[in-house]
């Protein structure tokens, strides 16, 4: 089945400085979701993006979907203590959400 | 996520033993989800099941069964022929099963085998 690969899996930053993780499929995508799960809580769904191209902004959160819709990214500018989790993003696979494995990121105050 | 509850929060079993982790959701969602959680890794699918008195295996269904008698129950039962059972389990559910339905989890179940 299709599958979402993300990258990097991990990425440690000082508090400030912005992150971005990125998320690419094979195959063309409907829709991408992206959840983010703090340390030892569960996922929580941030957004969907649809369209290609499509640029969606969340506060500091900056989430992009690709023109040929195989490929997203979110960018955190300014990292702060609080963003500090695993973001995942998730892809359509065979009518279900298939999630990628996910970047950690962690914040040095 | 509020909706969803997952019980216990903490378990631990023996080996050779059957739990059943329990996942009720209020939110009136058609769709439910198992998921496993490893350190560190991403959610790896277990069952889904769309409609009451229907399931179908995900990824990694061995050693795994489900029931879905009521909408809003989701058990998951972890027998003893699971090898590796220690994880975070994670039940969902969602408006519908398919692409560009927002899942929501619940708070999780951390399973350990002692």
């Known amino acids: 089945g299709q599958q979402v690969m993300q990258i990097p899996q991990y990425q440690h930053v000082q508090e400030g400085e912005d992150f971005t993780t990125y998320c690419n499929s094979s195959?063309?995508?409907?829709?991408i979701q992206w959840y983010k799960q703090r340390p030892g809580g569960h996922p929580v769904f941030l957004i969907q993006?649809?369209?290609?191209?499509e640029v969606k902004k969340q506060k500091r959160l900056t989430f992009q979907f690709g023109e040929a819709k195989k490929n997203s990214s979110l960018h955190i500018t300014a990292t702060q203590t609080t963003d500090v989790g695993t973001y995942f993003c998730?892809?359509?696979?065979?009518?279900?959400?298939?999630f990628g494995a996910g970047t950690r990121l962690t914040v040095k105050p | 996520d509020g909706g969803i509850t997952q019980s216990p929060k903490y378990l631990f079993r023996k080996e050779g033993q059957n739990v059943t982790l329990s996942c009720e959701q209020n939110?009136?969602?058609?769709?439910m989800y198992w998921y496993r959680q490893d350190p560190g890794q991403g959610l790896r699918l277990i069952y889904y099941?769309?409609?009451?008195?229907?399931?179908q295996k995900g990824d990694i269904a061995e050693g795994y069964s489900v029931s879905r008698e009521k909408k809003e129950s989701f058990p998951l039962t972890v027998t003893s022929a699971q090898k590796n059972p220690t994880a975070f389990y994670l039940c969902?559910?969602?408006?519908?099963?398919?692409?560009?339905?927002?899942?929501?989890f619940g708070e999780g179940s951390w399973l350990t085998v002692v």
């Open positions: 969902a559910a969602s408006p519908g099963r398919g692409a560009g339905n927002t899942i929501y």
């Open positions: 099941s769309q409609i009451v008195n229907d399931f």
């Open positions: 993006l649809v369209k290609s191209g």
């Open positions: 939110l009136n969602h058609d769709a």
């Open positions: 195959t063309t995508l409907s829709n």
């Open positions: 998730a892809g359509p696979d065979n009518n279900d959400m298939r």
